[in-house]
């Protein structure tokens, strides 16, 4: 059974850092592209990063381009995201997935990691 276990979110100022991770197992994780999604309270789900299976190349949403950062260490089957010079807009509830894109009907395994930004 894949299962997929976020963690690392939390309450944060403007301009702050958090980083989140994603312990991944019942599957192949070495053989899998991922992604984070984001989900903020009364909107849809939001494609955020990717990464390849091999963590080769990476993918942004333009707006976190240059603040956040993914990445994956495959020998502890653990997805990351760091974000830095965290904005308002970025609260939502984080959740990794596999694959690189968000298909139509997308819907989280995971419980997902609260982001809230906020002075």
């Known amino acids: 059974e894949v299962q997929l276990v976020e963690s690392g979110g939390g309450l944060v100022q403007p301009g702050g850092s958090l980083r989140l991770s994603c312990a991944a197992s019942?599957?192949?994780?070495?053989?899998?592209?991922m992604k984070w999604v984001r989900q903020a309270p009364g909107k849809g789900p939001e494609w955020v990063s990717a990464?390849?299976?091999?963590?080769?190349?990476?993918y942004y949403k333009d707006s976190v381009k240059g603040r956040f950062t993914i990445s994956r260490d495959n020998g502890k089957n653990t997805l990351y995201l760091q974000m830095n010079s965290l904005r308002p807009e970025d609260t939502a509830i984080y959740y990794c997935?596999?694959?690189?894109?968000?298909?139509?009907?997308?819907?989280?395994r995971g419980q997902g990691t609260q982001v809230t930004v906020t002075s």
């Open positions: 019942g599957f192949t994780f070495t053989t899998y592209d």
């Open positions: 997935s596999t694959g690189r894109v968000l298909n139509a009907g997308w819907r989280p």
């Open positions: 990464i390849t299976y091999g963590g080769d190349k990476t």
